[in-house]
């Protein structure tokens, strides 16, 4: 009888290990786990297939296969103001007692207060006065050890955790599947191009010479003998709006056949991209999901997702993502 028992039980074990195999084999299997199935999850696996396979008359040779990827509200939290503006506020804070006269000459007054009421308020010259100041006047170098030393204590209000952990694992994985079928994938951001390359190959896996971004003017110099390029307090490039499609013609010299955004922001990069002859995938990401991020549109000032916008997206065929239905968790963090 023991026996008996004892074959039943490995028995049992046998059925569970296997069960269990084929459960972690269909998870591995799934090139998009942290998304739900459905018309955005299939459009974008059919769209790989397609263009990458040999003999399909969709096949796009691997120098064409060229995606790009908006950051701020695509790839990452940029509510309730984009973290690199939580930087910049730092940053002044901290050279306030440098500055005496700050205490009394807007916008720097009110960073100085920390009345959150009032820096809701700030509007978009505030903000560019503010970076200006707050990311000038040292070396290239010097700025992005700055960046760094402050990513690894500053952390977001909302979820108490840093920056770079709230990185949309959804998206993280559209970038590691393309990227394992020969596209080559660039960020495309209105934020700061020397800000975001600090950590957009570890956060993101893009290499900085992939970042394509607002850019300020630099100051060719010397420092005891060594050269050094010295950031300046004017802006180069805005790399927003239409200045998203001039900037990828400027760097990469191609145009994309896939392009992620969400907001008005990224409105013509995607119609840039949808352009042109052949094959192409455009996708916005629409944040409806108050309970595990946020959820905001037409009216937000961050990340605006107009009701245009929208509109054009069903109109041409843009996959517009509900973070809400088609996500099942939105950061890596949530799989633990």
């Given at each position: 009888m023991l026996v008996k028992k004892t074959n039943f039980f490995c028995l049992i074990t046998l059925c569970l290990t296997l069960l269990s195999a084929q459960h972690i084999l269909a998870q591995t299997d799934d090139p998009l786990p942290s998304w739900n199935d459905g018309a955005a999850k299939k459009t974008i696996i059919a769209f790989v297939k397609e263009t990458t396979e040999q003999g399909n008359p969709k096949f796009v040779p691997v120098e064409e296969r060229i995606a790009t990827f908006d950051q701020d509200g695509t790839l990452w939290v940029e509510q309730p103001i984009y973290s690199q503006v939580f930087f910049a506020i730092d940053r002044l804070k901290a050279l306030a007692p440098e500055h005496p006269e700050w205490k009394d000459k807007e916008p720097y007054k009110t960073v100085i207060s920390g009345d959150q009421a009032a820096l809701a308020k700030l509007n978009?010259?505030?903000?560019?006065?503010?970076?200006?100041?707050?990311?000038?006047?040292?070396?290239?170098?010097?700025?992005?050890?700055?960046?760094?030393?402050?990513?690894?204590?500053?952390?977001?209000?909302?979820?108490?955790?840093?920056?770079?952990?709230?990185?949309?694992?959804?998206?993280?994985?559209?970038?590691?599947?393309?990227?394992?079928?020969?596209?080559?994938?660039?960020?495309?951001?209105?934020?700061?191009?020397?800000?975001?390359?600090?950590?957009?190959?570890?956060?993101?896996?893009?290499?900085?010479?992939?970042?394509?971004?607002?850019?300020?003017?630099?100051?060719?110099?010397?420092?005891?003998?060594?050269?050094?390029?010295?950031?300046?307090?004017?802006?180069?490039?805005?790399?927003?709006?239409?200045?998203?499609?001039?900037?990828?013609?400027?760097?990469i010299g191609k145009r994309p056949i896939a392009a992620f955004g969400n907001s008005i922001g990224d409105q013509q990069m995607l119609e840039w991209t949808q352009g042109s002859a052949g094959t192409r995938l455009e996708l916005l990401v629409h944040h409806d999901d108050a309970v595990r991020e946020y959820a905001y549109g037409p009216d937000s000032k961050v990340g605006t997702f107009s009701d245009a916008l929208m509109e054009e997206a069903k109109q041409k065929g843009w996959i517009v993502v509900s973070m809400k239905d088609d996500w099942k968790l939105i950061f890596p963090f949530n799989a633990n």
């Open positions: 978009e010259h505030d903000i560019v006065q503010i970076v200006a100041v707050t990311h000038s006047g040292m070396s290239l170098n010097d700025y992005h050890q700055k960046v760094h030393d402050w990513l690894q204590t500053a952390v977001h209000p909302k979820f108490n955790k840093p920056f770079t952990q709230l990185v949309y694992q959804p998206m993280l994985e559209v970038m590691q599947l393309m990227r394992k079928n020969g596209f080559k994938t660039y960020i495309v951001s209105g934020g700061g191009q020397e800000f975001i390359r600090v950590y957009a190959d570890k956060v993101y896996g893009v290499p900085s010479e992939q970042v394509i971004g607002t850019a300020g003017k630099v100051k060719y110099d010397y420092q005891n003998g060594h050269p050094v390029l010295i950031k300046l307090p004017e802006i180069l490039f805005v790399d927003d709006f239409g200045g998203k499609p001039e900037g990828i013609n400027l760097i």
